[in-house]
T-cell receptor
C-alpha cells in the first residue's frame, strides 16, 4: 500500500526560484497537512485542508501557498524561495470525524535553498 | 507560550530502565491526544493514542490529566530499539481538527 507519497524527496533551489511539492494519499482521507521540521523546532504546521477545495493557514504560512483541487492531492508551493525555507517538509493525511484519527506521514522532502 | 511543550532531553538511559516523558498543552478545548515516534531522518509514526482513563500498550503507558492539561508517556524495560524522538501531539479543537506537535523528547537507550 502506498499510503502517503511525497515528491520530490530531495531538492536544491536557488534563492528566488519557485517549486511545487506534491503530496498524494490513497486512503480517502479528508484531512491533509503540510508541516516543516527544523532542528530543535519540532513540526510546525504550514497549511492544512479539511476537504477537497478547502485550505487553511497553520502556524507558519508566510511564503507558501497550497491547493487541494482533488481529494487525494495536496500541493505546497513556494513562489520565491528563501534560505529560511531550507527545511524538511512532511505531508500528512488523517481520517474524518470530530475526534481526529491517526495521521499518516509521507517520507519527507529535504529542501535546501542556497 | 507554545501550544504543546515537551522537555527536549536527551534522556540517556541503560537498557531495562524505566523512563517517563511529560507534555503540557495550552488549549483546554483539545479533544484528542497522541504520542508519535520519530526515528532519525524518518517520518513520524503513531505510537499510541492517549485516552482519559489512561491506556497501556505492552511496555508503554500513556496518561492524560485534563485538569492540569498534562500528558505523560512511561516506557518500562527500555530496549535499544526504543531510541528515538517521542512527539507529543494534541488536536487543536478550533473546529478544524488540526494536529499540533511538540518539539519532541529525544531518548537514547544504551547497553
Amino acid at each position: 500500500n502506498a499510503g502517503v507519497t511525497q515528491t520530490p524527496k530531495f531538492r536544491v533551489l536557488k534563492t528566488g526560484q519557485s517549486m511545487t511539492l506534491l503530496c498524494a494519499q490513497d486512503m480517502n482521507h479528508e484531512y491533509m497537512y503540510w508541516y516543516r521540521q527544523d532542528p530543535g523546532m519540532g513540526l510546525r504546521l504550514i497549511h492544512y485542508s479539511v476537504g477537497e477545495g478547502t485550505t487553511a493557514k497553520g502556524e507558519v504560512p508566510d511564503g507558501y501557498n497550497v491547493s487541494r483541487l482533488k481529494k487525494q492531492n495536496f500541493l505546497l508551493g513556494l513562489e520565491s524561495a528563501a534560505p529560511s525555507q531550507t527545511s524538511v517538509y512532511f505531508c500528512a493525511s488523517g481520517g474524518t470525524g470530530w475526534v481526529n484519527t491517526e495521521a499518516f506521514f509521507g517520507q519527507g522532502t529535504r529542501l535546501t535553498v542556497v | 507560550r507554545k501550544e504543546v511543550e515537551q522537555d527536549p532531553g536527551p534522556f540517556n538511559v541503560p537498557e531495562g530502565a524505566t523512563v517517563a516523558f511529560n507534555c503540557t498543552y495550552s488549549n483546554s478545548a483539545s479533544q484528542s491526544f497522541f504520542w508519535y515516534r520519530q526515528d532519525c531522518r524518518k517520518e513520524p509514526k503513531l505510537l499510541m493514542s492517549v485516552y482519559s482513563s489512561g491506556n497501556e500498550d505492552g511496555r508503554f503507558t500513556a496518561q492524560l490529566n485534563r485538569a492540569s492539561q498534562y500528558i505523560s508517556l512511561l516506557i518500562r524495560d527500555s530496549k535499544l530499539s526504543d531510541s528515538a524522538t517521542y512527539l507529543c501531539v494534541v488536536n487543536d479543537d478550533g473546529g478544524y481538527n488540526k494536529l499540533i506537535f511538540g518539539a519532541g523528547t529525544r531518548l537514547a537507550v544504551h547497553p
